[in-house]
Structure formats: structure tokens, C-alpha cells
């Protein structure tokens, strides 16, 4: 009978601390929704000690998602399963997962302890984590460059302190497959009490081998896989969630495993990642990159019509990818356009569909055909994560070849107090970024900011992500528009109203 495994899902966790992937607490709460449809066992809400908004944000997700197990990622200290437990208390299946790093040079340069007092800090965490939570995940940071004796009696001795789940995780990518599930096998054949935890593995990607390893891991006999929507992570990234369910689905003639995730949820859920992180999905990326079911050359598209499987390993509908898709336009109806939505992977329920009709039909106006991708930005637009402490008003900008740029524009503030500013600068979009922060009255820097087409075309829209920092934080912004200048405003002011909700929470808003 084939062996049920599971899968961790840390997209909220390992992948939004990488660079340019952090979401605010709607986003991921909506996150943590598609998650939950998608049929992860477990998701990794955040690391609640960072800061307050990770902690409330863990709390929201704790208190959303009922389907699954929520956890929270606490270094092996009192203080942080205090604030970890705080945050978590109140999921319906809770997990502490506590962790701290036992390979020889973590633990004399970075953690300035010797393996003893490493092994001591590991079982007091985990009993203190115990007097919490039933379920307490242990993980030993840079496992794959650990000494394997050391590691199983670090495992052996947080078992007997009540760990449920152990984690190997290779921290740095490092490890090669067959060598990575030799040390799996080695771990399970040498941890006194492993018969009663479940062995989970954690690959990051860095030689491009986490999808790898952590497969050559469940041959071994590990039982969870983690990993995150689209791979985002740390570095090069985790081992990517679409990938593995797809290859266990795709070679269940080697891969004789049984899971929870529903792969027609993984389109979407790929989708709504790179929505709210703005992280776009590289074209050639396996199961969900644009080119993934495209077949460019002749020969291959004559095979495919001749018949499927000469190129073509798995359907798009197997990951959510409808078949045959009618092109809206301008003459589409409501229900044509709702249907859309659904197939889209969006939970009509929750959103004002007449809005976005509307909005639907005045950029179909603009444009012969709305594209799937034109949709997603029309419901990522209309999507307020955050209250909107600032919306536009209007505005001007007067550019040109050899005048600075001047930019007048007015914004609406929740309050009631509207606030007109005009500023020059260094072309159009500088201006009236300059002029936003003149009404914002904050210093703030701008991070990044990135301008992009949403579909091909001359009548494409523009999309706009801007990241923000103020008081040592970032915060992202999207906009779009059929206008750049319009797309680029709407990404400052969305950003800056993620900073003013934060800051409002913490007592310093405006
Ligand atoms: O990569 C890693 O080692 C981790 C642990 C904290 C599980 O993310
Ligand atoms: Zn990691």
C-alpha cells in the first residue's frame, strides 16, 4: 500500500524572508486560504518572534485556516516560544517548530556554543515548546553539513523531550541526491525512538537540486516534504511545492506515495504567489512557467496534435490550466466574465464581482481582448489587503526633453483630509513620487521599483511594483493601469498604505 506523506508548505515563512517576497497580513492570509484549498498538511505562517506584524500576521493565519496544521518557525529560546505560542494559540491543529543549527561551523562561528551545550539548549527548547503544544517540530539547521552521529543523538534526545516531527534541512543546498538520502536513511537507522516522529526534509536550491533531493529524501523513508508555492526562499529558493506534487502525480510507477495536495489548486495558488509578492514566475519554470505546456517547434507541435504524449508528460487541467478558453472582449457578459474568475482559481464569494465587471468592461473598451492575465490584474488591483489610509485623486504631470518634470497630485486621505501637492523631479514618475511624499509627510526611500507589461501588445497594461523602506522596514506596492505614470502612482501609495496600517497597529499611524 502506498505510504501517506506530507507536505509543510513554508511560502509564508522561508519564502516571504527572501529578498523583494514580503507580503502584508491580508495578503497572507489569502495566501494562507489557497493553501488550505490546495490540501497542504501543514503551512508555516511566519517566524513571530521577527516582528509584531509577522506575530499578527501568524495570529490572523491561526485564526483563518481551520483545514490544516499552522505553524510558527522559533529559534531555540524561551522568548521566542513565548511570543510564538502567543501568536499561535488559537489554530485548530497548532505546531511549534523550533530550531537550531548542529553542523560543526554554525555552531562555532555563528552560534558560539559547543556541540554540548547545542544538544542541552535543543531538548530544553523542545520541552519547554512541550508545555504549550502537542505537536513540536524540531529542526537542526545545516543538518546536511552536520556530523550524522551527532545529529541522531540531538534527534534521539529531542524525541524523548517530546518532539513530534524531526526536520533535516540542507540550509545551504549543498547536498547531492543520493548522497542526501543516505543521510536520511542513516538518520532513520540510528535515532533511538525515530519509529515515533514523522522525518521531514527541508532542500534549499542552490545547485538547483532541492526538487531532487528532497525525492531521493522520501525514497529513504522521509515522511514531509517542505517547501513553498513557485520555490521562493531564501537564495536561490526551496524546494518548489509544484514540482514535487507533480512528480509524485506524474511517476506514481516510482513514486508510489499518497498525498493531500490537489494539483488542480496549483495553477492558482502559483498565480496568487506572484500576484501579491510580485515575484514573476521564470517562463521556462517547470509545471507553471508561461512555456511550460507551449510547444514552439514545428515537429513538436505536428506530435502533440498527432497525439499528446509525444511531448507533453502531464495536461495543464491536471495543475488548473483550463482547456479552450473563450477570449473575452467587450461584448462578454457578466457570467462569462464570472465563470472566468472561478476558473482563475478566485473565490467569487468574497469579492465585489459587479466592481470588477465594471472594471472589466472599461478596460475592454481600451483594449480588443482581455486576457487571463489582464483579469488576475484587475482582481489584484481591486484587492484591498489593507485599509487605504491614501487613495488617488488625481493627477497632472507636465514632461518633457529638456524642462525638469513637474507632477500636481492630489490624494484622499481616510480621514477626510485630502491633501494637493506639487513637486519637480527627474522625469514624471520621480515627480510625482516627491509629490506623494510631500502629502505623506515621511522620509522615505524608495527600494526598488519595476515597470512591466502585463501582456504583450501595444494596448497592454502597465504594471507597476515599488518597494519602499522607512525606520529600517519594506514595504511592497503594485499598481496597474493602461497608463504607466497612473500604474507607477497607484504601487507608491499601495505601499505606503501597508506602511501607515503597520505603523497604526504599533500606535504611530497618520
Ligand atoms: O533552511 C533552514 O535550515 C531553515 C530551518 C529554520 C528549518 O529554514
Ligand atoms: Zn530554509
Redesign the pocket.
Known amino acids: 500500500m502506498a505510504r501517506r506523506i506530507y507536505f509543510f508548505d513554508t511560502t509564508l515563512r522561508?519564502g516571504e524572508q527572501a529578498p523583494r517576497c514580503s507580503m502584508n497580513l491580508g495578503e497572507k492570509v489569502e495566501v494562507a486560504r489557497q493553501l488550505e484549498r490546495l490540501g497542504v498538511d501543514v503551512m508555516e505562517a511566519g517566524f513571530s518572534a521577527a516582528s509584531p506584524g509577522d506575530a499578527a500576521a501568524v495570529k490572523a493565519v491561526a485564526q483563518a485556516v481551520r483545514g490544516c496544521t499552522v505553524a510558527t518557525?522559533c529559534r531555540a529560546v524561551k522568548s521566542d516560544i513565548d511570543i510564538g505560542w502567543e501568536s499561535l494559540s488559537q489554530a485548530a491543529s497548532p505546531r511549534i517548530h523550533t530550531?537550531i543549527a548542529t553542523s560543526p561551523v554554525h555552531m562555532e562561528y555563528k552560534l558560539k556554543m559547543k556541540p554540548g551545550d547545542v544538544l542541552e539548549r535543543a531538548i530544553s527548547s523542545v520541552a519547554y515548546a512541550k508545555k504549550y503544544c502537542q505537536d513540536v517540530e524540531f529542526?537542526a539547521?545545516?543538518a546536511s553539513r552536520s556530523d550524522p552521529d551527532f545529529l541522531c543523538k540531538v534527534f534521539g534526545a529531542v524525541i524523548k523531550a517530546g518532539a513530534t516531527v524531526l526536520?533535516i534541512?540542507d540550509?545551504v543546498g549543498y547536498s547531492l541526491p543520493e548522497e542526501f538520502g543516505r543521510l536520511v536513511a542513516y538518520v532513520k537507522a540510528h535515532t533511538p525512538g525515530i519509529e515515533k516522529a514523522i522525518l521531514a526534509v527541508?532542500c534549499?536550491n542552490d545547485l538547483g537540486l532541492a526538487v531532487a533531493n528532497s525525492l531521493s529524501a522520501l525514497l529513504a523513508g522521509a515522511d514531509q516534504l517542505e517547501c513553498t508555492v513557485n520555490g521562493l526562499g531564501?537564495r536561490a529558493g526551496n524546494a518548489s511545492l509544484e514540482e514535487l506534487a507533480m512528480a509524485l502525480k506524474t511517476r506514481r510507477d516510482l513514486l508510489d506515495f499518497e498525498c493531500g495536495i490537489q494539483t488542480s489548486q496549483i495553477y492558482a495558488a502559483s498565480r496568487l504567489v506572484s500576484q501579491v509578492t510580485g515575484v514573476k514566475v521564470q517562463p521556462n519554470k517547470a509545471v507553471v512557467g508561461e512555456n511550460a505546456f507551449a510547444h514552439e517547434a514545428g515537429i513538436h507541435q505536428h506530435g502533440v496534435m498527432a497525439k499528446r504524449e509525444t511531448y507533453e508528460i502531464m495536461t495543464p487541467e491536471s495543475i488548473g490550466i483550463p482547456k479552450n478558453r473563450m477570449v473575452l472582449g467587450k461584448h462578454s457578459g457578466r457570467h462569462a466574465f464570472e465563470d472566468r474568475l472561478k476558473d482563475l482559481g478566485f473565490e467569487t464569494q468574497g469579492l465585489d464581482v459587479d466592481g470588477l465587471f465594471a472594471s472589466f468592461k472599461a478596460l475592454a473598451d481600451k483594449k480588443k481582448t482581455v486576457s487571463d492575465r489582464d483579469i488576475e490584474a484587475i482582481v489584484t488591483g481591486a484587492r484591498k489587503s489593507v485599509p487605504e489610509t491614501y487613495s488617488l485623486d488625481r493627477w497632472v504631470v507636465n514632461s518633457g526633453s529638456s524642462l525638469s518634470s513637474t507632477c500636481t497630485i492630489r490624494l484622499r486621505h481616510a480621514g477626510g483630509d485630502d491633501k494637493e501637492e506639487v513637486s519637480v523631479g527627474d522625469g514624471p514618475i520621480d515627480a510625482a513620487f516627491k509629490a506623494i511624499d510631500r502629502i505623506v509627510g515621511r522620509d522615505l526611500d524608495l527600494e526598488s521599483f519595476e515597470l512591466d507589461a502585463v501582456t504583450g501588445g501595444e494596448d497592454a497594461q502597465g504594471e507597476a511594483m515599488v518597494k519602499v523602506s522607512y525606520d529600517g522596514k519594506d514595504w511592497n506596492g503594485r499598481g496597474v493601469s493602461t497608463d504607466v505614470i497612473e500604474a507607477s502612482i497607484l504601487a507608491y501609495i499601495a505601499a505606503i498604505n501597508s506602511m501607515e496600517w503597520e505603523l497604526s497597529a504599533a500606535g504611530e499611524g497618520r
Open positions: 522561508d518557525l530550531f529542526s539547521e545545516d526536520n534541512p540550509t527541508h534549499h531564501e
